[in-house]
Structures are given as structure tokens and as C-alpha cells.
């Protein structure tokens, strides 16, 4: 392990140094330690403590040289002091003095010309599998020979002063773009490691390889097609994107440069709540052995996970490596895309099925990254609920979205990637009245567009929200394809469909300094009265 000025500060004081450990000395390790229980597949069972999700205001960028003109500052991206960092990195590092630690060396971005090296230190061992699955492991020939770009020290145990040190309250997690560090306290929760190098490859991707980063799953079908699709939770992103036909090339954050797509991860972070292996056979099988589950809970009497019980968090997970999924591309790299998909659960009923966007419209609803809540899906709601995260990832991108959503704009014109909007959501009525869009008549409408069969048909404009739909779809209901026909009562649709576009536009507003013309002119047209 090839020397570094902070790391080797924490070696210094560190009572037990443990680097690059294999899987079973990991396991080994977090079971002797009590950190987690095998489960009956082999999987490492723990608990994040605290915090079962990640703390999005309590999460900073150093404001120095490097970030004051670039960042979007603001409620997402919000400043900390250059000097705090300095003097609250100094007590995150003695903090360490006589701790046994777990160190790895791991890379980000399958693509090599833009690949970088992550040196992670962990209290734990099993926050330090989390980082084994998650990041790109190295071949043992090479591991020990990394200089790391970036350090991240993650302490758990540690809690800040706010008042001290700056921070909102005892947790946090800190980017320091210039410095390439990234500090985590308070927090055991593994999500922040992720998302903390998601975020610096939203920055410096775009902003010094002119690469677009994107939080989207992707494959590659036999001719060498690449496919992306993008997609806010309880949209079918995951499901969708494993096709047995198809082989998947990443399931959550990928690169977009001059010469292809390129998975950012070496594995897979999914959701359990209620997993079955009829609902989600590919997740289902992937946790096996060496496998991570977090915050879930067993059948009594047994190591049995019941995935319905919620009573730590719903938001229970698992991290498995992506070599433990069959259908996988190798290495996790792709042409340029020919097709790339917006997916939304629509619950007012109102989007089509599946339209085809213009590059302003691929821009605008890029920006908005639109689905809905339905009732009952959380505390308090108790009708359709409009939900935008800008560029499906709101709380992991640095700069302003209109510039993902501008090089967005131009890849696909230099590539002619055509750019479709599918609903997953309701049709015939919102939710409660309509019912949801079946699963295979969205596979036949992916399947038509993979294959080309929507090249030749015709295509009508939406009245409200001007997307193109197809006025045929190979093994889909002709009926379904115009929202409006499919519902009995014509006016309550043409209400609910500007009632929607009244939230696009309203939540646009913060968005429209900063957004190209052609993006804000393809803004639903709320007004329109159809008769």
C-alpha cells in the first residue's frame, strides 16, 4: 500500500491496521467483532446503527478556488469553511489514535481513461465490505502499487461540535474538491460512501473531461446497442434494466464520453423492502455468500431474512458485488447509447405510455425528473403526490442542472440518440380510480423501441405536454397509448393532465436561469384547453 500524507497520519496512531483484507477475512472479522450475523445465504447481516439513510443537510462542499464559481450553491450543495475542514480533518484523524482500523484501495470508473483511484478508511469492518462490493476492485497484482486520488475517512464514532466545528449537528459528510479528501462522522450509515464519489464524479467529470455523468442504470443488447434509463425509485429502473436479453453494464451511475458509456461502480446497492424472488429474481440471487444486508431483521428462531419487516427502516438494502448477477457485460463498458429512457410512475394518469422527446424536451424533463408518490406510501399522503429530483439525483449533482442537462442536448444530437419518456405508472384514471400499466406492455413497448419497430409509425402530439406518442405499439392495446383515450371522463382528464403541468412548471422555476431556450420552451402548456 503505496504511501499517503493523511493515511499515513492515521497509520501512525492506529492500533491495528487491516489492508485490503479478502472477503473472508472480512467476514470473519465483522462476525468476531459482533458487527453482524451470517445469514441462512451466506450474506453478512449488520446494522447501520443511527442512521438507516443518508443525511442530505447535513452533507457540505468546501467553498475554496476550486468550487466558489463552479458549484450551484445552495440548499443541495451547501458551503463549508476551508478552515473548519482544516481543523475539523485534524480531529477526525486523531480520532483514530489506538483504533483498529480497515483500509482498501479500490478504483471508480470502469472506463481506464478516466478511472480513479479511492483509498477508504472504515471503523468497521463491515462499512469496509460495503466498499469492497461497491467500488472496482483491483487485480491482487496491482492493489498494493495504487497512489490514491481521493481519501475518504469514514468515523462513525465520531461526533462533531457543531458549534466548534461548523457543521449542523454531530453527523456529516464534507467533499473537499481541492484537497481530494472527503470526511464522514457521525454516520454509519455505508450510502454515504457511495454517493459521497457520485458526487465527486458529478463534478469533476463534467467540469474537466467534458464527460456526463448520470445517475441511470444501462445495458447492451447482442448487436452492441447500449441502453440507458433513467428513473426515481418505484419507477421499474432496476427491473426494467436486467433483461434476460440484454446484458447489464451498471445499475445505478455511469459515464457519458466522446466514445461510450461506462459504469461507475464494481457493484450494486439495491433496495429489500418486501423482496421476494418471484418480484425480483435478479436481486434475489445475487445475495449470497459474502453479500451485505443492512437494517433487516430474521424469522424468529432463525437466520432467515423476512424482507416485510420494516420495523428498523423501510429503507433496508443490499450490497453485493456485480459479478454476483449472471448477465453482465464485461468489462462494465458500452458503445454510444442509441436509446436512452425516462422512467416515471405517473399516478395522476396522465403521461402516455411511451412518447418520444425532442432534445428541448429531453433537456426539460431531464431537469425535472418527474414521478409521483401514490397514497399510502408514506405517512400523510393520501392522494397523488408529485415528486422532481433534477436529473434523477438532485441531492448528488454540484453544479447547476442545466449544464448536465446542455451536454445531455448535445451528446444525443452528435450521436443521434433518440430519447424516450415511459410511464410505469397509471392509466384510465389517476391512482385509486385507473389501474397500473402491466409490466409486459411495458417490455413490449421497450422491446419495439430495442428493436426498432416504432421506426416507420406514425406519432401524435400530446395537447398538453407536446411529446410525440406512437399511434401503434407491436403487442400493446392501441387504446392505451393516448392516456386520454383511456379515460371515461374526457374533462376530468384534460384538468388532471394541466393540472400536472402547472406542478412542471412551477417546480421549473428555480431551474430557468441558467437553461437553454429550446429547453425552456418545451415546457408543458398548462393553459391549453382542449375541448
Known amino acids: 500500500m503505496k504511501s499517503h500524507p493523511i493515511t499515513d497520519l492515521v497509520f501512525d496512531i492506529a492500533s491495528k491496521i487491516n489492508k485490503n483484507l479478502t472477503l473472508d477475512q472480512l467476514l470473519e472479522s465483522a462476525v468476531s467483532r459482533g458487527e453482524g450475523t451470517i445469514t441462512s445465504t451466506g450474506a453478512l447481516a449488520g446494522d447501520t446503527g443511527k442512521f438507516t439513510g443518508r443525511s442530505p443537510k447535513d452533507k457540505f462542499s468546501v467553498y475554496d478556488d476550486t468550487t466558489k464559481d463552479e458549484v450551484w450553491w445552495g440548499n443541495v450543495n451547501q458551503k463549508f469553511d476551508a478552515v473548519k475542514f482544516d481543523d475539523l480533518l485534524e480531529r477526525v484523524i486523531k480520532h483514530y489514535k489506538g483504533k483498529e482500523i480497515f483500509v482498501r484501495d479500490a478504483y471508480a470508473c470502469a472506463d481506464s481513461m478516466y478511472r480513479i483511484s479511492v483509498r477508504v478508511v472504515n471503523e468497521t469492518a463491515y462499512q469496509n465490505l460495503f466498499v469492497h462490493h461497491m467500488f472496482i476492485r483491483p487485480d491482487t497484482t496491482e492493489i498494493d502499487e495504487i497512489d490514491p486520488d481521493w481519501v475518504i475517512l469514514a468515523a462513525p464514532s465520531f461526533l462533531a461540535i457543531p458549534e466548534r466545528d461548523g457543521t449542523r449537528q454531530e453527523n456529516f459528510s464534507i467533499i473537499n474538491f481541492t484537497k481530494k479528501i472527503y470526511l464522514i462522522g457521525g454516520s454509519g450509515y455505508t450510502g454515504e460512501i457511495k454517493k459521497g464519489i457520485f458526487t465527486v464524479l458529478n463534478f469533476s467529470l463534467p467540469v474537466e473531461h467534458n464527460v456526463l455523468s448520470m445517475h441511470c442504470s444501462a445495458n447492451i443488447g447482442k448487436d452492441g446497442d447500449s441502453a440507458v434509463f433513467f428513473g426515481l425509485s418505484g419507477t421499474g429502473k432496476t427491473t426494467l434494466s436486467a433483461d434476460p436479453n440484454r446484458k447489464l453494464i451498471g445499475d445505478d451511475e455511469h459515464g457519458w464520453s466522446d466514445h461510450g458509456i461506462f459504469n461507475f461502480e464494481g457493484g450494486c446497492y439495491a433496495k429489500t423492502i418486501n423482496l421476494t424472488e418471484e418480484n425480483e429474481p435478479t436481486i434475489w440471487k445475487a445475495i449470497t455468500r459474502g453479500a451485505l444486508v443492512e437494517n433487516v431483521r430474521f424469522f424468529p428462531g432463525s437466520n432467515v431474512v423476512n424482507y416485510d419487516d420494516v420495523s428498523v427502516t423501510q429503507n433496508t438494502r443490499c450490497a453485493y458485488p456485480i459479478s454476483n448477477i449472471d448477465n453482465i457485460a464485461i468489462p462494465s463498458v458500452g458503445p454510444q447509447p442509441k436509446n436512452i429512457f425516462f422512467l416515471t410512475a405517473d399516478a395522476f394518469g396522465v403521461l402516455p405510455p411511451i412518447s418520444i422527446l425532442t432534445p428541448g424536451q429531453a433537456g426539460y424533463h431531464f431537469i425535472s425528473g418527474y414521478t409521483a408518490k401514490v397514497a399510502g406510501t408514506e405517512e400523510g399522503v393520501n392522494e397523488p403526490q408529485a415528486t422532481f429530483s433534477a436529473c434523477f439525483g438532485a441531492a448528488f449533482i454540484p453544479l447547476h442542472p442545466g449544464r448536465y442537462a446542455d451536454m445531455l442536448a448535445k451528446k444525443m ?105 429550446d429547453i425552456l420552451d418545451a415546457a408543458p402548456k398548462a393553459s391549453v384547453s382542449i375541448s
Not at 446 to 472: I, R
Not at 488 to 503: M, P, R
Open 413 to 517: 444530437t452528435a450521436n443521434n440518440v433518440k430519447v424516450w419518456l415511459i410511464n410505469t405508472g397509471w392509466s384510465g384514471g389517476e391512482y385509486g380510480t385507473g389501474s397500473r400499466i402491466k409490466l409486459n406492455y411495458t417490455r413490449a413497448m421497450l422491446d419495439a423501441v430495442l428493436e426498432g419497430k416504432l421506426d416507420d409509425v406514425t406519432f401524435e402530439n400530446h395537447p398538453v405536454f407536446g411529446v410525440a406518442m406512437p399511434t401503434e405499439v407491436p403487442g400493446v392495446p392501441t387504446k392505451l397509448l393516448n392516456p386520454r383515450n383511456t379515460w371515461v371522463d374526457k374533462t376530468a382528464y384534460d384538468q388532471k393532465a394541466n393540472h400536472l403541468a402547472g406542478l412542471f412548471n412551477k417546480n421549473f422555476e428555480e431551474f430557468a436561469d441558467g437553461v437553454r431556450q
